[in-house]
Every structure is written in structure tokens, then in C-alpha cells.
């Protein structure tokens, strides 16, 4: 079974700055297999990224993804206000079929 | 665009079975090409999928809870829904239903999530 690790565990920065996030797995994950979310208090997590570095419908540009292998990220290259927030990395494994979440990064106002 | 809507008890006694009804409106589950799917998420703890069916009636669970899951779909009504037995204080939680289109790996519509505590 695959296991995602999220760090760091907490981010706190300014808004306008860059956030990085990263998601490790314990085994290589296929791209297509990798998404991020995120989730305000009392809301349901909402896609941003799906296949690694595809942005879903509506998700500014500001946020972007990239990796491979075992290795993920996300980027925020501007935080916004609205930013602030948890995010999870999921993947799907196939053996057996399978999907698994991080355990989130939060991402607060310095 | 699609919306999800979950329904049901906010109670549910340890033992007892807890049954969750996912509405979707916007689109139709009998139209095929995604999965639907429940996922919980404890409380301030992170995401647990649960499992998924197809508008067959073809479903797949999560090893860890597939003893005690049932998930079942209603096309007639465009719902589909969730059923857990034997619960415990661990039950304790939101639960999701979202979508996942078929041969995709995301979810996305979700729904508003809906509370379910398990206490006597």
C-alpha cells in the first residue's frame, strides 16, 4: 500500500509570498494518479490539480504542480487571502485499487 | 454543473448501521463515465476513501472497511448511498460523497459533507 507523506506540516507566511508544498509517497505513483485539494474550515476539499500538473476548471493560475516518481509539489507563487487554508495530496494505487490522502499541510498567515 | 447533497441520520448508536444518501442534481448517474464515491474524513484528521460504484451497480470498497460497507445506487432517483455496520466511536466523522470520472483518479464534484456521530 502506498503511504503520502505531506511536509512540512504547517506553513506560515505572509500573503504574497511563495508557498511550496511537498507530497512524498512511499512507492512511485503514475502522474495521472496525483492530485491536490483544498480545504477551508467547515467546507469540503475542492480539486486544484489533477494528473499532477493539470489545474482544474476555475483554479487560478497562481497555483501550480509538478513531480514524479515518488517526489510532488505544489506551488502557490502568490498567496492570496483566500489561500490560507489545508491541502492534500491523493493518489490512486492500483494494487489494489485504492485511493489514499496525505495527511495535509496547513498553510496559515504569518 | 453537478451538485452532491448527502442526507441522513446525525446519530447513530455503536452497533447499529449507519445508512447516508447522496443526491445528485445537474447531471445524471445513469448517464455513465464516473464512479461515485464516499469518503469520511475524522474529525480534524485527514481524508479516508471508503469506496465507489458505477451506475451498474459494479462497486469497489477500501480492504480496510469492505467487511462493513455497503454501497448501493438508485437511478430512478439519482442517488446513490452508503451503508456501515457495526459502528464505533472511530465511525465518528463527515462523510463525503464526490465524483470520480471513470478512468480518472480525482473527485471532484464534492458534496457539502454531512456529520455523523456515533454515541449511545
Known amino acids: 500500500e502506498i503511504v503520502l507523506t505531506q511536509s512540512p506540516g504547517t506553513l506560515s507566511l505572509s500573503p504574497g509570498e511563495r508557498a511550496t508544498l511537498s507530497c512524498r509517497a512511499s512507492?512511485?505513483?503514475?502522474?495521472?494518479?496525483l492530485a491536490w485539494y483544498q480545504q477551508k474550515p467547515g467546507q469540503a476539499p475542492r480539486l486544484l490539480i489533477y494528473?499532477?500538473?493539470s489545474r482544474a476548471t476555475g483554479i487560478p493560475d497562481r497555483f501550480s504542480g509538478s513531480g514524479s516518481g515518488t517526489d510532488f509539489t505544489l506551488t502557490i507563487s502568490r498567496l492570496e487571502p483566500e489561500d490560507f487554508a489545508v491541502y492534500y495530496c491523493?493518489?490512486?494505487?492500483?494494487?489494489?485499487?485504492?485511493?489514499?490522502f496525505g495527511p495535509g499541510t496547513k498553510v496559515d498567515i504569518k | 454543473q453537478v451538485q452532491l447533497q448527502e442526507s441522513g441520520p446525525g446519530l447513530v448508536k455503536p452497533s447499529q448501521t449507519l445508512s447516508l444518501t447522496c443526491t445528485v442534481s445537474?447531471?445524471?448517474?445513469?448517464?455513465?463515465?464516473?464512479?461515485w464515491s464516499w469518503i469520511r474524513q475524522h474529525p480534524g484528521k485527514g481524508l479516508e476513501w471508503i469506496g465507489y460504484i458505477y451506475y451498474s451497480g459494479s462497486t469497489y470498497y477500501n480492504p480496510s472497511l469492505k467487511s462493513r460497507v455497503t454501497i448501493s445506487v438508485d437511478t430512478s432517483k439519482n442517488q446513490f448511498s452508503l451503508k456501515l455496520s457495526s459502528v464505533t466511536a472511530a465511525d465518528t466523522a463527515v462523510y463525503y460523497c464526490?465524483?470520480?470520472?471513470?478512468?480518472?483518479?480525482?473527485?471532484?464534484?464534492w458534496g457539502q459533507g454531512t456529520l455523523v456521530t456515533v454515541s449511545s
Open positions: 464526490a465524483r470520480d470520472p471513470y478512468g480518472d483518479y480525482w473527485f471532484d464534484p
Open positions: 494528473g499532477a500538473s
Open positions: 491523493q493518489q490512486y494505487g492500483s494494487s489494489p485499487p485504492k485511493f489514499t
Open positions: 512507492q512511485s505513483v503514475s502522474s495521472s494518479y
Open positions: 445537474g447531471g445524471s448517474i445513469s448517464s455513465g463515465g464516473y464512479y
